[in-house]
Antibody, heavy 121, light 113 residues
Framework: EVQLVESGGGLVQPGGSLRLSCAAS????????MDWVRQAPGKGLEWVGRTRNKANRYTTDYAASVKGRFTISRDDSKNSLYLQMNSLKTEDTAVYYC????????????WGQGTLVTVSS | DIVMTQSPDSLAVSLGERATINCKSSQSVLYSSNNKNYLDWYQQRPGQPPKLLIYWASTRESGVPDRFSGSGSGTDFTLTISSLQAEDVAVYYC?????????FGPGTKVDIK
């Protein structure tokens, strides 16, 4: 059974850093593109960024709103995905989801339950 | 960047009746080389992560009830729930994956009348 479990969320001050993790199970992480998507409280969904699979050399892309501040990485040996968030702003407050890109349709077929990041002084 | 819009913002439909949600992209999401629309629909129930319903604009994901259907091409798309059930109360989002940055519509909230 495919499972994605995020962790690492919490309260952080503006300008601070946080590292989110996404533990994957039930599939081989290196085969898949993986994305982070966020949702501010009571708001819609926003794509954060992508890491491609091993065959595509783990290249990454980011939304303009986080580029230069957030970094996506992965450790396929641990079946884990990470989101390093630096220089956090109050507008980064959101639930952060990791999601698996399905190879047969390029959409997000599996999502974690999300982890809440609150940026506040 | 591609901007996605949806209408209406919310709608209330009686049980067993049809619900229709519209989605429009600021530019075509039809990829000419494979004739596929890079548009999908997600359902998000309260307190839950989104769930994939429809991909390639009209292909139902495995396990999704056949009362959900998607249509449209280019820039104009529709999600139809043919006979609304109580468990369909949720927010529905369209999303384009034609080009980065991927983008979502603002969502349409569906309730029971």
């Amino acid at each position: 059974e495919v499972q994605l479990v995020e962790s690492g969320g919490g309260l952080v001050q503006p300008g601070g850093s946080l590292r989110l993790s996404c533990a994957a199970s039930g599939f081989t992480l290196s085969d898949h593109y993986m994305d982070w998507v966020r949702q501010a409280p009571g708001k819609g969904l926003e794509w954060v960024g992508r890491t491609r699979n091993k065959a595509n050399r783990y290249t990454t892309d980011y939304a303009a709103s986080v580029k230069g501040r957030f970094t996506i990485s992965r450790d396929d040996s641990k079946n884990s995905l990470y989101l390093q968030m630096n220089s956090l702003k109050t507008e980064d407050t959101a639930v952060y989801y990791c999601a698996r890109v399905e190879r047969y349709c390029s959409s997000w077929g599996y999502w974690g339950q999300g982890t809440l990041v609150t940026v506040s002084s | 960047d591609i901007v996605m819009t949806q209408s209406p913002d919310s709608l209330a439909v009686s049980l067993g009746e049809r619900a229709t949600i519209n989605c429009k992209s600021s530019q075509s999401v039809l990829y000419s080389s494979n004739n596929k629309n890079y548009l999908d629909w997600y359902q998000q129930r309260p307190g839950q992560p989104p769930k994939l319903l429809i991909y390639w604009a009209s292909t139902r994901e495995s396990g999704v009830p056949d009362r959900f259907s998607g249509s449209g091409s280019g820039t104009d798309f529709t999600l139809t729930i043919s006979s609304l059930q109580a468990e369909d109360v949720a927010v529905y989002y369209c999303q384009q994956y034609y080009s980065i940055p991927f983008s979502f519509g603002p969502g349409t909230k569906v309730d029971i009348k």
